[in-house]
Antibody
């Protein structure tokens, strides 16, 4: 079964740090680009960051640029999001998502999603 | 950033009826448009990509249309399991961006 399972969320004070992890299974992880997408409580979806298959190309939303770092370890079938200088507005459920592949094209649509891990930034 | 605007915010429909959801982009996204379904407590599920191609395992009652700036998701005959929130998303321009969602509720 194709699956993504996030972990690492929790409660952190403003200015603090967290590292999220996403464990992939059921597919060849290094064939796919990946992303993080977040959802604030009761709100819609916001793309946060993306990475290509080998980690050589990354991208970030303006709202997190310079504070968050995406990375991956293909040997461990894992995706990560290092979050520093956290703010109250970063409070959200963070989903790991697999980028859709059409042949050799890796698109920024998302065909597999994890259930998410909750990050709460509060003093 | 391309702004995606969905309408209506809430759609009240009776089971068996047709539902039509709209999504508008602030500039052309060609056909690089996806639709997702999200039920409470669940992760989003890809329904449509390329504006009109159903994802694997998606029932034929879901169809997408449009190109450029105007898009539509149609659910031909609503089933009980279709009551959910639906999001559109463009992936033509950087960064990828989502609409605010349309909630389809039971009338």
């Amino acid at each position: 079964e194709v699956q993504l399972v996030e972990s690492g969320g929790g409660v952190v004070r403003p200015g603090g740090s967290l590292r999220l992890s996403c464990a992939a299974s059921g597919f060849t992880f290094d064939d796919y680009g990946m992303s993080w997408v977040r959802q604030a409580p009761g709100k819609g979806l916001e793309w946060v960051s993306g990475i290509n298959w080998n980690g050589g190309s990354t991208g970030y939303a303006d709202s997190v640029k310079g504070r968050f770092t995406i990375s991956r370890d293909n040997a461990k079938n894992s995706l990560y999001l290092q979050m520093n200088s956290l703010r109250a507005e970063d409070t959200a459920l963070y989903h790991c998502a697999r980028r859709l592949r059409l042949g050799e094209l890796s698109l920024y649509a998302f065909d597999i999603w994890g259930q998410g891990t909750m990050v709460t930034v509060s003093s | 950033e391309i702004v995606m605007t969905q309408s209506p915010a809430t759609l009240s429909v009776s089971p068996g009826e047709r539902a039509t959801l709209s999504c508008r982009a602030s500039q052309s996204v060609s056909s690089n448009l996806a639709w997702y379904q999200q039920k409470p407590g669940q992760a989003p599920r890809l329904l449509i990509y390329g504006a009109s191609t159903r994802a694997t395992g998606i029932p034929a009652r879901f169809s997408g249309s449009g190109s450029g700036t105007e898009f539509t998701l149609t659910i031909s005959s609503l089933q009980s399991e279709d009551f959910a929130v639906y999001y559109c998303q463009q992936y033509n321009n950087w960064p990828p961006s989502f609409g605010q969602g349309t909630k389809v509720e039971i009338k």
